[in-house]
């Protein structure tokens, strides 16, 4: 990414000064994530528990097929949660089969596959032909959806985070995302500590509005939970490109 690109990355601050995200304009629903994210709280503490899961649900409703978001109310929060407020925010409608369920389990509806271990966000978007998942720094746009792998584990045993990709330099990455242990904020970390990296850039939004005639299950992914698998089943099932 050439170094003009990447200081422009770093424009852009949010009304309360505690995060800031790039203003410049990118690919059409990616300007939507970037301006979602710029209307997300701050902080509100980090919590992976099922009870955290749940408020998820209480913070989303649907009226007359147009989404509301109100993140306060998913206090403390956790990566794949905060990040799939941010899809709801931009994109702007949708049908119930869009909010989160109560207890919903990992690879259960379409909340519970954005949430899954593994690729579960980049599975979704590859299962509804929303967009491409892809592993390359360069082609990275800020407003791409990235996830992190911190071991070469994926599944089960997996250390990872979903983010929203804001731009990074020759040694570190910068995101926002719920981080440990301050919850919802931008990030910056080194490249190095990435065992490897998935971005997802959403180029049919409208797709989304298919979700519901998905399987009630992807077993795949649902096993993610307690299986480990390998890079290339990741890369066959999600259409990964390099």
Same mark, same amino acid.
């Given at each position: 990414?050439?170094? =003009?690109?990447?200081?422009?990355?770093?424009?852009?601050?949010?009304?309360?000064?505690?995060?800031?995200?790039?203003?410049?304009?990118?690919?059409?629903?990616?300007?939507?994530?970037?301006?979602?994210?710029?209307?997300?709280?701050?902080?509100?503490?980090?919590?992976?528990?099922?009870?955290?899961?749940?408020?998820?649900? $209480?913070?989303?409703?649907?009226?007359?097929?147009?989404?509301?978001?109100?993140?306060?109310?998913?206090?403390?929060?956790?990566?794949?949660?905060?990040? +799939?407020?941010?899809?709801? =925010?931009?994109?702007?409608?949708?049908? $119930?089969? %869009? %909010?989160?369920?109560?207890?919903?389990?990992?690879?259960?509806?379409?909340?519970?596959?954005?949430?899954?271990?593994?690729?579960?966000?980049?599975?979704?978007?590859?299962?509804?032909?929303?967009?491409?998942?892809?592993?390359?720094?360069? $082609?990275?746009?800020?407003?791409?959806?990235?996830?992190?792998?911190?071991?070469?584990?994926?599944?089960?045993?997996?250390?990872?985070?979903?983010?929203?990709?804001?731009?990074?330099?020759?040694?570190?990455?910068?995101?926002?995302?719920?981080?440990?242990?301050?919850? +919802?904020?931008?990030?910056?970390?080194?490249?190095?500590?990435?065992?490897?990296?998935?971005?997802?850039?959403?180029?049919?939004?409208?797709?989304?509005?298919?979700? =519901?005639?998905?399987?009630?299950?992807?077993?795949?992914?649902?096993?993610?939970?307690? $299986?480990?698998?390998?890079?290339?089943?990741?890369?066959? =099932?999600?259409?990964?490109?390099?």
């Amino acid at each position: 990414m050439p170094l =003009k690109q990447t200081l422009l990355l770093f424009v852009g601050v949010l009304a309360s000064g505690c995060a800031s995200v790039p203003t410049a304009s990118y690919p059409d629903f990616n300007s939507k994530v970037l301006a979602a994210v710029r209307n997300m709280p701050t902080g509100g503490g980090y919590d992976g528990s099922d009870p955290t899961k749940n408020l998820v649900h $209480e913070a989303c409703v649907i009226t007359d097929g147009e989404i509301h978001v109100n993140a306060n109310l998913a206090k403390p929060s956790f990566c794949s949660g905060a990040t +799939y407020l941010v899809l709801l =925010k931009a994109l702007g409608n949708g049908t $119930e089969s %869009l %909010l989160p369920e109560i207890d919903q389990q990992d690879g259960h509806g379409v909340f519970g596959r954005w949430n899954a271990n593994g690729p579960g966000a980049a599975k979704l978007v590859a299962d509804l032909g929303a967009g491409k998942n892809f592993t390359s720094w360069d $082609e990275a746009k800020p407003g791409d959806f990235l996830k992190i792998w911190w071991t070469d584990r994926i599944g089960g045993s997996e250390r990872g985070h979903l983010v929203v990709y804001l731009g990074h330099d020759a040694e570190t990455v910068r995101f926002w995302s719920s981080n440990q242990p301050g919850g +919802y904020g931008t990030k910056s970390v080194l490249r190095g500590e990435c065992e490897r990296v998935l971005f997802t850039r959403i180029t049919r939004p409208g797709r989304f509005a298919t979700a =519901k005639k998905l399987p009630a299950v992807d077993s795949w992914l649902a096993r993610m939970l307690r $299986e480990d698998f390998t890079w290339d089943e990741v890369v066959a =099932k999600c259409r990964v490109s390099d």
